[in-house]
């Protein structure tokens, strides 16, 4: 069992996953920024997130699960948990827009569905992510291989959080096109500061002036 300070936040697993700059910013330095693709991911969690529990089409719904797992150091809530009548526990994540197939997403689903099992003492075989724009779910099936990699990304958070959430370099890459956290992050601004040879100034050009490295 972990220290309080120690468990990792499943949505951490998402972030890191998609990019380690991205999680070190919003989980250590809690900076977050709302764009037109966080909006609508608000607005479609907004069901989701009201805890409740109801029967709907003889399927049992549990909505805002809060998970936790003391052997892996994990915590967090589930969009939605389905109980079925044969026995099978099924985690749904809802996602905005038309999403297309991305680990980061089956490796957060992964991680709840490994929280349930410790919680519930069954297996969990598969989950499936929500498509809000085609109203249509993916199933995610939770191999050796997933879970494998979930475990050490698990582990690499952790070890982020302890070295003081220090914030992994910048790639400006085509991932930071529609990131929400890209004025706080300055992707490119990053990326031409470390291309410039040590002892050496970089100054922006002003008028009469060619500017550039000194």
């Known amino acids: 069992m972990f220290p309080d300070h120690e468990y ?22 809690r900076v977050y920024d709302e764009n037109v693709f966080t909006l609508r991911g608000n607005r479609m969690h907004e069901r989701a997130d ?5 029967i709907e089409n003889g399927v049992r ?8 797992s003391d052997a892996l150091g994990l915590a967090g809530v589930a969009d939605i948990v ?3 009548d ?8 809802y996602k905005p827009g038309s999403r297309p197939v991305a680990l980061h997403d089956d490796i ?14 069954i297996h969990v ?16 099936e939770f191999s050796r291989d997933l879970r494998d990699l ?51 100034i970089y100054r922006p050009a002003v008028e009469g002036d060619v500017g550039g490295v000194e």
Not at 86 to 93: H, N
Not at 110 to 120: D, H, I
Not at 125 to 140: D, H, I, P, Q, W
Request: net charge neutral; proline share 6%.
């Open 82 to 84: 389905e109980f079925h």
């Open 125 to 140: 075989a598969e989950g499936a992510l929500f498509s809000g724009e085609r109203k249509r779910r993916r199933t995610v």
């Open 108 to 121: 957060q689903l992964c991680a709840q569905a490994m929280c349930l099992e410790e919680m519930l003492g």
């Open 61 to 68: 719904v549990e909505r805002a699960l809060p998970l936790w």
């Open 150 to 200: 979930t475990r050490e990304l698990i582990e690499e958070v952790r070890a982020m959080m302890k070295n003081g959430g220090a914030l992994p370099p910048a790639v400006s890459d085509a991932r930071c096109e529609n990131c929400s956290l890209r004025e706080a992050c300055m992707p490119e601004t990053v990326v031409a500061a470390r291309r410039v040879p040590r002892g050496r």
């Open 8 to 29: 990792v936040p499943i949505s951490a697993l998402e972030h890191y996953s998609y990019c380690p700059r991205q999680c070190a910013l919003i989980h250590a330095e």
């Open 50 to 54: 009201e805890r409740s529990t109801r």
């Open 86 to 93: 044969d026995g099978a526990v099924l985690p749904v994540e």
